[in-house]
């Protein structure tokens, strides 16, 4: 397995495997691995000859006062984590090489941003769809991989990867828990212990709403106010959101419909945690 910290590496080594006649898989992440990040890359392993691991906290899809600096980082541990799962290549750019002097264009998407985490975190999807374009032109890739857990992310790059054109086929990967429930996420690791069994109310609600639809439950009002109810039994726990919407557009939805999203983000104390079901 290879590091490549320069998009001019990246470039060569791709087009050599392109060369050969090899597919290629990208599974783009912010590092800090766990066996969320691990499901992707296996299944990109499974479906490609190449597989490229792009490891980079990306400045632009932080707003002011988020955790940017805080993010947890170990290059190290991430590198032995990709070798052992059969990825051939990291790239790990510095901001300064994705982001050169004077940049000023983005990828900007309206409707599927105003919503959900796009209402708490004005920036974020444009800078989440400017660094995958950019990944996209840098990788080349056939198939790039992207986890349920960040639904609302996967649901805008489908859409852009649509709307743009880009000849790149979107693979979503279902959410990955620990053993008791709770989404395996880098930011778990800033939870204090309490945190860390209240933050357990998110799949909790997660599981209540799924029950509900289960039942036969066709008023989503109905869902998200019992799973927010839930929600406000744990004092640690402030709701940001709790919401049923519709699957591919991302718009509030009154009921039940498929493809339908129940997206939440719940702080446990400072920690702005996320889960979601599908139907
Ligand atoms: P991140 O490093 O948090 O930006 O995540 C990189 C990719 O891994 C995104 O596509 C996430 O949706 C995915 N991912 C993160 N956590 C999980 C999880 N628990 N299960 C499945 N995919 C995940």
Redesign the pocket.
Known sequence: MQIATTIEEVRTLVKSWKKEGCTVGL???????????G??ISRAREENDKVVVSIFVNPMQFGPGEDLDSYPRDLEKDSAYCESLGADLIFHPEPSEMYTEGFCSYVDMSVLTEELCGLSRPVHFRGVCTVVNKLFNIVAPDRA??????AQ??AVIRRMVEDLNMDIQIVG?????EEDGL?????NTYLSAEERQAALVLSCAVTCGQELVAAGETDAKKIVAQMKALIEQEPMARIDYVKAVDGLTMQQIDTVKKPMLVALAVYIGKTRLIDNFIV
């Open positions: 599974v783009p992440t912010m590092g800090y691995l766990h066996e969320g990040h499901s992707l991989y992207f986890g349920q857990k960040d992310q996967l990967c279902p959410i990955v828990r989404a395996k996420s880098s930011r």
